[in-house]
Nanobody
């Protein structure tokens, strides 16, 4: 059975940092890309970043480039999202998802097979 669990969310002041973790089980981690997505209240879910677990290729949405860094630890079946210089507009529920044989170059949500339940991030001004 597949499980994807996000953690690390919380309340932080603008300009601060958080590190989110996404831990997966039930599938061969290296065969998947992992993407981070977020959904703010009243808005559609949008892609943030993704990484290929096979070769480490990464991709970022323009809104987070230079502020967020995605990384993985295949030994732990975990992907991290380091979020720096946080802004109030980063407030959202953050989800991670797994794409089978993903190349780490798409944030098209239709390509992702498994999803976690999300973790809330609140950035206060």
């Amino acid at each position: 059975e597949v499980h994807i669990v996000e953690s690390g969310g919380g309340l932080v002041q603008a300009g601060g940092s958080l590190r989110l973790s996404c831990t997966a089980s039930g599938f061969t981690f290296e065969n998947y890309a992992i993407g981070w997505f977020r959904q703010a209240s009243g808005k559609e879910r949008e892609g943030v970043s993704c990484i290929s677990n096979s070769d480490g290729r990464t991709y970022y949405a323009d809104s987070v480039k230079g502020r967020f860094t995605i990384s993985n630890d295949n030994a732990k079946n975990t992907v991290y999202l380091q979020m720096n210089s946080l802004k109030p507009e980063d407030t959202a529920v953050y989800y991670c998802a797994a794409e089978f044989m993903g190349s780490g170059n798409t944030l098209d949500q239709r390509m992702y097979d498994y999803w976690g339940q999300g973790t809330q991030v609140i950035v206060s001004s």
